[in-house]
């Protein structure tokens, strides 16, 4: 079993594992490496919200990767009353499955006996979750939406496998939409540091606006081994950590926009030489 190895892993770690029933050993680290998805920072409209690194989870994201491997991602919408039948049908796949926090948890079908389905449970090796999960089809019906999303690994067929397929094959593309994100995402983000707002109101934008910066960002720049940006991400999380520890005691203190523009500024650095 391949177990998560950064922070919210879960959809690449079950890729590795669903590469690791065909016999490749790979990594969600790798995966995502290859997929070059540290260097990507986009803007989704539909929802108004910034993503970046582990949370970019499109097929075309997966699939940049899974080429060079020689499989294509296939993702397919499917209705809960179908739901049984298609996953038996796509053995090994992945789903995303209700946690009760109102999150999901991406987790792969391994094998179904009678009316148990068994997943995959992508976690950290040594905590204490279990590898596998089992659910009755009920179980299964209580933890899915009316549609779910089942993805599933098809192999390719050599004559139509790239000789390489990375980020550097569609850079200007990529690059051209993610600074044009960043340039966004920096407006809003020198509004928000310039803005003292309500705990509530932080908490609105808390995924939309503060994830990347705060969160997914300093994993992305550890993982490349960008120490001096990872450092400067870090200080900035802690400010914005410290917006959701409210003290009444004390004036709610401001983020330091200078230190934000300094790291938008080095990211922007990084993406154009990674590109070149």
Known sequence: MKYMTFQNSCSFCCLANMLEKYGLDISDRQILMDAGLPYIFRYDSASDTF????ML????DYNRALRQYGFLFVDTLVRKEALTTFLSAHV???IGLSCGNGRKHAMVLTRLENDT????????????EPDEIAL???DLSTRVDEESHVGYLKPMDNKDRPQ???LRDSAPAELSKSLQALT??????TAFCQNLLSLAEILAIRDSLLRPIALDLPV????IGEIDLHSRLLLFQKQIFALFRPDEEKNPQALDLALFCEIIENYKKLLSYHAG
């Open 57 to 60: 989870q499109t097929k075309e």
């Open 164 to 166: 390489s397929e990375n």
């Open 184 to 189: 966004l995402y920096e407006e809003r983000m």
């Open 117 to 128: 389905l068994y997943f995959l449970n992508p976690h950290r090796e040594h905590d204490e």
């Open 92 to 94: 090994p796949c992945m």
């Open 220 to 223: 992305m720049m550890e993982l």
């Open 51 to 54: 993503l970046t690194g582990a």
């Open 136 to 138: 009755t089809t009920a």
